[in-house]
């Protein structure tokens, strides 16, 4: 049997390949904001699950010289990846949910995006439950470090829980939408949901900066380890590995 991936030549990968995007998960963010425009020049962009970048990079070049992306994940995110138009891109590497001073500093977010995904386990039930708990936990950033009118999309498995999920979306945001976009594999259970102008009665306090000295994690947190928060804008982090990065496409 052949070991090829048998999704690496479709369409959409070939595309993002050809346009310089690092994931063909740019055609799933193209959509909606061709359908929504969610995005505009010269705003503030907060990416959730960046890596490897193609989010941010689309993000980045709606944005331009004007504006910033600010793009977050568990992985490092490599600079060529998120080059866009000039606007200044910060890669942060750390847990999303568990919003550090560097990350704090550069609220309030016109956009906040977030296609964070569980690491898949195998067991259906347990990864449906851990998109929900992530879009959750990228709604509560959202309503911490959104400006109030801001824009929300989060991607999350279709479960049980769904309703759920998209009744704390529109309880958030003046409109909902579900969008599956065309780029979805055939067999993904994935949508998107996005909410559309933060009210101003959802917003919450900006969360402080985790004291580091304690070890214990904010509030929604996914239990990843916190980022280590410095000073200097390109290092190699302490213990946990993380790092801060800023540069300008
Ligand atoms: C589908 S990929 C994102 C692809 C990206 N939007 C792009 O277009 O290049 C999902 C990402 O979510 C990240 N992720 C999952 N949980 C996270 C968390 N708690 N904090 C930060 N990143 C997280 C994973 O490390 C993974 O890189």
Redesign the pocket.
């Known amino acids: 049997m052949s070991r090829r991936n048998p999704y690496r030549q479709d369409h959409h990968t070939r595309a993002a390949r050809a346009a310089g995007?690092?994931?063909r998960?740019?055609y799933?963010?193209e959509e909606i904001h061709r359908r929504l425009k969610l995005i505009a020049l010269g705003q503030r962009v907060l990416?959730?699950?960046?890596?490897?970048?193609?989010?941010?990079r689309?993000a980045a070049e709606i944005v331009g010289g004007g504006g910033l992306v600010v793009a977050?994940?568990?992985?490092p995110i490599d600079a060529i990846?998120v080059l866009g138009r000039g606007a200044v891109v910060q890669r942060l590497e750390?847990?999303?949910?568990a919003p550090n001073e560097e990350l704090v500093a550069e609220a309030p977010f016109d956009v906040v995006?977030s296609?964070?995904?569980?690491?898949t386990s195998g067991n259906k039930l347990r990864d449906r439950y851990l998109s929900y708990e992530?879009a959750l936990?990228a709604l509560q950033v959202a309503r911490q470090l959104g400006r109030e009118g801001s824009n929300f999309v989060a991607?999350i498995f279709m479960s049980e829980d769904f309703e759920d999920a998209k009744r704390q979306v529109s309880e958030a945001y003046d409109q909902v939408k579900v969008i599956r976009p065309e780029a979805t594999r055939g067999a993904s259970t994935e949508v998107f949901l996005v909410g559309a102008r933060l009210k101003p009665e959802a917003m919450l306090p900006t969360p402080s900066a985790p004291d580091e000295s304690s070890g214990s994690a904010p509030a929604g947190s996914?239990g990843?380890s916190a980022p280590h928060v410095g000073t200097s804008r390109a290092r190699s982090g302490g213990p946990s590995g993380s790092r801060a990065t800023r540069s300008r496409g």
């Not at 750390?94 to 949910?97: E, H, S, T």
């Open positions: 995007y690092p994931a998960s740019v799933k963010l990416d959730l699950g960046a890596a490897p970048g193609s989010w941010s689309f977050i994940d568990l992985q990846a750390g847990d999303a949910l995006l296609d964070m995904a569980p690491r992530l936990g991607k996914s990843a």
